[in-house]
């Protein structure tokens, strides 16, 4: 538990950074270059995840489809960093697959997944550098995203049981099995970086993010079985956006 408020507590003095940054930035506004580029688009992806369970639950990463869309407002530009905020509206599984390997009773290994369907909404500040027009920018993204589960599934074989007719594993977990969901809600953070190519055709943007969270799928007390499950995800994305209106800056 000491480790887990550790993170959340080093995530939000983060998030704290990132707004006394933001807002010194804005009070030196005069030194900018204003911009008004207003664009939207769509998103599509993969994101690759895991549960940080507590006791631990050996696991591969669970791949699955993301997509949705994507607005983005261009605000400034300091010297030769360009700022923006990024809002999603994605749909995306996450969840688990289990690392189950039972070669000496069974040839076939034993297979379990739970994929937990969401809306995530992230809120991103965006920081380029490069060519705004007609050219190839760097850019990096940090920010909070909440997310909504709407539907879980499971995928499983036939179980291998001990003498005491309970799946086989390793460390005895297996209360998982039949627990639901107790918290649909999700938050944490977010942040990455990527590549943008400007043309007349619009805007193309490859990028890598890392979503960690901050809330639990299932509850936590002491007399709750794990004291820990929070999504990891690793995620990769292109996105095409359009501009809506943009200022005639070179």
Not at 92 to 116: F, S, V
């Amino acid at each position: 538990m000491f480790h887990s408020r550790s993170l959340s507590i080093i995530c939000l003095r983060l998030a704290l950074t990132a707004v006394l940054l933001g807002t010194g930035l804005a009070a030196h506004a005069q030194i900018g270059e204003p911009r008004n580029n207003f664009a939207v688009g769509a998103n599509v992806g993969l994101t690759m995840n895991t549960v940080g369970f507590d006791p631990t639950i050996k696991q591969s990463m669970l791949m699955a489809p993301t997509f949705g869309v994507t607005a983005r407002i261009t605000s400034e530009k300091y010297f030769t960093m360009v700022c923006a905020l990024q809002v999603e509206l994605n749909y995306a599984t996450l969840g688990w697959k289990e690392d189950i390997i039972d070669a000496n009773t069974n040839p076939l290994p034993d297979q379990y997944e739970r994929q937990l369907h969401y809306l995530q909404l992230p809120l991103l500040a965006r920081l380029g550098w490069g060519r705004e027009k007609k050219g190839v920018m760097g850019y990096i993204v940090a920010g909070p995203q909440v997310g909504f589960m709407l539907s879980e599934t499971t995928k499983q074989s036939e179980f291998t049981l001990t003498e005491e007719g309970v799946p086989n594993r390793p460390n005895g977990m297996v209360a998982q099995y039949s627990m639901p969901i107790d918290r649909k809600f999700d938050y944490g953070i977010t942040g990455g970086a990527g590549i943008e190519l400007s043309t007349k055709a619009g805007h193309f943007l490859l990028e890598g993010r890392y979503y960690y969270g901050l809330g639990d799928i299932y509850n936590n007390s002491k007399k709750d079985v794990f004291s820990r499950s929070n999504h990891g995800t690793i995620i990769v994305k292109f996105t095409y956006l359009f501009d809506i209106n943009k200022n005639k800056n070179k």
